[in-house]
């Protein structure tokens, strides 16, 4: 394995985007892997983009890092951000890394060491593995947990945490699986497509830091709710 591609999807991320990046631009991985990193613009309203410029146009060579810029016209969501992102990546596996803070990029060299050991084709990220991890919104936690249960029941198998942000994929897998997705859907439709293939998903521990609403979290508990519909639905339909 030569490259990894992480894709970040950022809507209104300005605060934070830049100091991703630095991390991911620090993040040193196992055999000296590259990074692809490729950043989609979902038609942020505040200064995402000239932070990522910025970014750029202060690191124009970074030995072991690649920087991809994308951007959408309109507002389109974080499935599609992710759908345009897949379109361009090169790397052998994919992940997918939110632009805010709430992760811990470090976790990406222990995800791709483990994946590698074991030589898997898909292995998420679990939030739930360690009692270290804040629950600041208790529906939050217990919303992840519901649609990880109906994901268990519908498809098999055994996960903690299916909407786990850190969803670390084998590339020509990715791109084999169709997807429809909009928003905040990606996670129960790959899932339910990497399911309903065979493949039992494996995870490892992440770290969490989650955010409130008023920091900039944009996920809501109606997204639950349509994750669970999504599950449903593509247990039944091709």
Known sequence: MQKISIIVPAYN????????????????????????????????KD???????DFIKAHPSIPDMDIIYLKHDKNAGKGQA????????????????????????????LMLTYYLQHNLKVLYGSRFFSRQNIRRRSYFYWGGRLVSWVANVLYFQRLTDAPTCYKMID????????????????CPEITAKIAK???KIQEYPMRYYPRTIEEGKKLRWHDGLEAIWTLIKYRFVN
């Open 82 to 109: 992710i759908r345009t992102a897949i379109e361009h990546i090169s790397g052998e596996v994919t992940i997918i890394q939110d632009a805010d803070l709430e992760t811990d990029v470090e976790d990406i060299n």
């Open 171 to 186: 590339t020509a897998l990715l791109k084999s699986i169709p997807l429809n997705c909009k928003r905040f859907e990606f």
């Open 47 to 53: 200064d995402t983009e000239a932070k990522v410029q």
């Open 197 to 199: 293939k065979g493949i």
């Open 13 to 44: 991320e300005g605060k934070t985007i830049q100091l991703v990046l630095e991390k991911l631009k620090n993040l040193k991985l196992v055999n000296n892997i590259r990074k692809e990193v490729i950043v989609v613009n979902d038609a942020s």
